[in-house]
């Protein structure tokens, strides 16, 4: 094994280790959560949920990717293909969805009542949280549906041209439009999505700033500020995921883009895609760990063996991310 090869494959190791233990730590917290408080905070069943579309997509991307890197062969047969990146390609347009709806959820609680209309649906947002996230999987396994069609396990010989060449699997488009199409109808949904995020995200660093002002007037004038520190921490947490995402995405689709325009893939470049893809999915668990009050006082009342005592997020229970 030479160098190269030697360095790509520690890389994926590292990444896809990672990334499984972070994503597998936030859910084992959650369901202790659940297990004291018996519910969850719309914002922390979200979060919940991100971590489980990133543990999916960890599982049907970065693990096959990372066995073949080190020269397993004839990991999957042509039905194992289909199930394989088509669950994977749910996995990674549920993570960029759920991101998403992260970003519009706490803007749309941070925002200020601006009328009877914004007020009834800032009390019936969190009904509407399992609403969103079956909408989320319905529209997404639908526009998933075209990958099990052209998924088929590799055959010796060259590989075809318009064909996403994965290691594990191929992705056989068979013709420049179907390759097109392809590629131009998940673009699009992601940008979309992206943008909705970016444009949340944006409003949110203006509500922070305002606030962030008003609070600079309180307190040159001798009183003390007021106690939503908690809203302000987890406003700043989904903003800095939003930025992790927003730069993990640009060059994704950056390499995508590359790919659209040639025939034939180069392996290189498909493992450059598949990495940076994935970071976001390894690197947000740890974000959500880092800043998460509740799931930090789970941790260390676990590490204490002491289930029963008080949870440290007590201070605020409004201290959702």
Known sequence: MDLCVTIKGVSF??????????NVLVLLAYV????????????????CHLAFANLLLLLTRC??????????????????????????????????????MLSV?????????????????????????????????????AVCIAAPFFSIAPRNGSVPAFTLNLGFCHVDFRDNLSYVINGVAVSVRDFAFVGLMLFSSGYILLLLHRHSRRARAIRSSGRRAGGDRAETRAARTVVTLVILYAVFFGIDNVIWIYM??????????ADMRVFFSSCYASLSPFLILTSNTKIKARMV????DSPDQPSADTEDSNDKV
């Open 260 to 269: 659209l325009t040639v025939a034939k893939v180069s392996p290189v470049v």
């Open 301 to 304: 009342c676990a590490s204490a």
């Open 105 to 141: 959820f706490q803007a749309v609680t941070l925002a200020p009542a601006a009328g009877p209309r914004w007020i009834r649906l800032k009390v019936r947002l969190p009904a509407l949280v399992l609403p969103t996230f079956a909408a989320l999987w319905f529209i997404n396994m």
């Open 13 to 22: 190791l590292l990444q896809t280790g990672l990334g499984i233990l972070g």
């Open 63 to 100: 693990v096959p990717q990372t066995m073949t890197v080190f020269g397993l062969r004839n990991l999957l047969d042509d039905p194992g293909c289909k199930v394989v990146i088509y669950s994977y390609r749910i996995a990674r347009a549920l993570s960029v969805c759920v991101t998403c």
């Open 32 to 47: 202790a959560i659940v297990l004291a408080e018996h519910r969850l905070q719309p914002v922390d069943a979200i979060l």
